[in-house]
């Protein structure tokens, strides 16, 4: 009976791997397999229980031991946005966002020696929640790095006034699209390995 769960519980991943018409079904699924980086947005404002959400998102996130070394900085105001795209140019800023999260380490609540570095795990999974969530809502967004260049790090710090424990990982740009990029499929069996190399 166990092999035959198991059997069952591998070809529901396999069609999940494969993309039969049943995962497209899920919801969950459906929505990691058509987020598309959007770099082109309206300009149209959204609301604060959206950016709310956003943020819930963002937090529910998994953490190293739960420490959540994370911070938001959350800019709405067009000046500024435009600040940012200029200095940033990568940031796409300047194409009319509503609104941009700037996603950072707070090495204050960092795990101390070698775990460290884990804060970049940590807002990375904050980043990708925040993107899958914007999706589902109908909004556009595109992770765009910052750390570790430090470079780029120095502009933010200064820019937002940032204390020096709080590291710039990204800049999310989020908004309502004016563009619509094609999903890419993204699935590469040579990238797999089962046990070993």
Not at 13 to 41: D, G, H, W, Y
Request: hydrophobic share 45%; glycine share 4%; charged share 20%.
């Amino acid at each position: 009976m166990k092999k035959l769960i198991f059997a069952a519980v591998c070809a529901c991943a396999l069609a999940a791997c494969t993309k039969q018409p049943q995962v497209m079904e899920n919801q969950v699924f459906n929505n990691i397999a058509t987020r598309v980086s959007v770099r082109q947005f309206t300009g149209e404002p959204i609301t604060a229980q959206q950016v709310d959400t956003l943020l819930h998102a963002a937090m529910a996130a998994p953490s190293a031991i739960n420490r959540q070394p994370w911070a938001f900085i959350v800019i709405t105001d067009a000046a500024l946005l435009e600040k940012v795209g200029e200095q940033l140019p990568y940031s796409r800023c300047s194409n009319r966002p509503a609104c941009a999260f700037v996603m950072c380490g707070d090495l204050s609540k960092a795990i101390e020696g070698e775990g460290r570095d884990f804060w970049i795990h940590d807002v990375s999974a904050a980043t990708e929640n925040l993107l899958l969530a914007a999706h589902s809502m109908g909004l556009g967004a595109v992770w765009t790095g910052v750390y570790p260049s430090m470079e780029r790090a120095k502009i933010l710090q200064d820019l937002l006034d940032l204390p020096e424990y709080i590291i710039p990982l990204n800049v999310v740009p989020v908004g309502y699209p004016a563009e619509q990029p094609a999903v890419k499929d993204k699935f590469n069996p040579e990238n797999i390995h089962y046990n070993r190399w």
